[in-house]
């Protein structure tokens, strides 16, 4: 049996290099998270070949004594907590005392150090973890770390790295991110000598983001401030609007902290859902200060992860506060004031009910036939109020009229074609009609799912083979939040695992073969509005239309009969003018109009 040793420090060390440094990027931020730690209020960053050359950090900070120094490379050396009492109040960026040693142990390490009392600063030279020399030198006060040849001493942990240009691109993007969140420190990163960004000393974020991330950006932000118990978020988000295609400019950080947090990212996709373009993401440099002992940073060790206690509580103060601001500035700027933008007063998210549907994401005004939402470019779904009783009736541009079709009986209109795929012609005794066969269907879909849902026993069709599918950990805790919505409205839903659900039925006018689509947008709509139980109306609308949209989209029109069949079923709605949406669907030209069209 082979007998235990203790594994010898450079060999610890290397194996713990493995999980704080997995690229160049990682030794940037353990750097200046020191620098920042140390107080600096200038740091400068510099690197080539995507840093597995070179990088060297140097900052203005409070330095090292020289016995210091040599300590900050024993392995657990930190002088930032001294008990595991205080991992819960961390306020520096560094706790474990890992990175230094570790980071010396897989590169030619040259730290010079100097504190503003000494004549004299300190010059350590390590290699590959074994120390080479230890001297004097000259110095301006603050510490100056040089990284050579990262992971020389492992090369295969050196074939795992990306090209130059991708590991340049995750430095960049790094540094970024805490030129952001301290905008009191001046900021300078250079790639072999040449300068990425410059940015003195700001006295805004705004200003900093402008610096960083260029001006245009910073004019297409607005200030958030919101507050609520232990929580608050504070920063810049984009206008209504504003959306980017990556991700890139989607900034969070937690107690200052830059973090990578699932939570946060999907509340604020969540919150923009319909205020940017299906596909785009937010833009957002917020900044969410929480007690420290209600986060988990010491997940990862590089602490990119965050985990939060009371995650749903935290979520929904997230999006209401982000779509509070959302609104608010959709409404300025529909008044016309927007040119200065004001600072927002901080929303005390306490006193505000979870949105309901029926107010959902509407904004300017308050009257519910004309609300109609300010600025959201694609937004999936209208919420116009009151269709059923004919509340949007567009007016069709002259010279058509609306007919004002008889209501029983047989519709004397005889099928003439169909043009362009969606209109289907007829010829009746007053003219000719043009009807949007799909708005036909939507309409008769949603009076019929209407008045499903109204009914109280909902109509199942009990599924031969349930539809299984996955959603995420969002999602899925959604889900379980609504199972008795869904169940009223006629989704038999099971958990049969992490995540993992089944349908087991569905209601009966819906395909099987749009089921799980259709139980996911019904989820992402409860999940965006949330629900109010006491006024099921708007809800069961909204399911209807939303019904309505997909059937009709997938929905043909087969022969001569059918249209005219359409046409009839459609005049015995309570709506037959308007689809399920409010859009128009047919209209008449009067045989007289056409006369004069032609001068006759
Ligand atoms: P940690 O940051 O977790 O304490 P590190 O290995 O990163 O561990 O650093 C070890 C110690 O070295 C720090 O606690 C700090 O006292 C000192 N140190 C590191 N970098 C700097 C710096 N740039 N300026 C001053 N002191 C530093
Ligand atoms: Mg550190």
Known sequence: M?????????????????????????????????????????????????GKNLIRVEDNGYGMSPDDALLSLERHGTSKIREAADLLKIGSYGFRGEALPSIASVSRFTLRTRTEERPHGTEIFVNGGRLVHAKECGMPGGTQIEVAHLFHTVPARRKFLKTDNTEAAHIVHLSRLFAVANPNTSFTLLENGRTLFRSPVCQSLRERV??????????????????????????????????????????????????DSRTL???????????????????????????????????????????????????????RAVLDRLREAATVSAVGVASEEPKPTPINLQARAVPDFGKGLTGISSSPATVSRPIAPGAPIQLEKGNVDGAPVAVPPEPFKIATPAMEGSLNWRYF????????????????????????????????????????????????FPIA?????????????????????????EQFGRNYYRIESLPDWLDPGLGEGFARDLLS??????????????????????????LAQTSRLFGQVEPVRLAERLMTCRNPLNDHRGRPTFFEISWGDLEKKFGK
């Open 525 to 550: 709509l409860l999940r965006e509005r949330g629900l109010n139980p006491n006024r099921p109306e708007p809800a069961r609308e909204e399911i209807a239309r939303l019904a309505s949209d997909r």
């Open 469 to 493: 599918f996955e959603l995420d950990a969002l999602a899925s805790a959604a889900l379980e939040e609504h199972l008795d919505f869904f169940q009223s409205n006629g989704f038999e839903i």
């Open 210 to 259: 402008g610096e960083i991330f260029g001006r245009q950006i910073a004019s297409q932000l607005i200030e958030i401030e919101a507050e609520e118990e232990d929580y608050k978020l504070t920063g810049l988000i984009g206008k209504p609007g504003v959306g980017r295609a990556t991700r890139h400019e989607l900034v969070t950080y937690v107690n200052r902290r830059p973090v």
């Open 417 to 464: 074609g169909t043009a362009h795929g969606s209109y289907v012609v007829f010829e009746t005794d007053n003219g000719l009609v043009l009807l949007n066969w799909r708005g036909a269907r939507g309409r008769i879909f949603y009076e019929d799912i209407l008045a499903g849902l109204e009914g109280k026993s909902q109509n199942c069709q009990k599924l031969l």
């Open 2 to 50: 082979p007998a235990i040793r203790i594994l010898p420090d450079v060999v610890a060390n290397q194996i713990a290099a493995g999980e704080v440094i997995e690229r160049p990027a990682a030794v940037v931020k353990e750097l200046i998270e020191n620098s920042l730690d140390a107080g600096a209020r200038r740091i400068e960053i510099e690197f080539s070949k995507g």
């Open 265 to 319: 990212n999907f509340a604020l996709i969540e919150a923009y859902h319909t205020y940017i373009p299906k596909g785009r993401y937010p833009l957002a440099f917020v900044f969410l200060e929480v007690d420290p002992a209600k986060v988990d940073v010491n997940v990862h060790p590089a602490k990119r992860e965050v985990r939060f206690r009371e995650e749903g509580r935290l979520r929904h103060f997230f999006i």
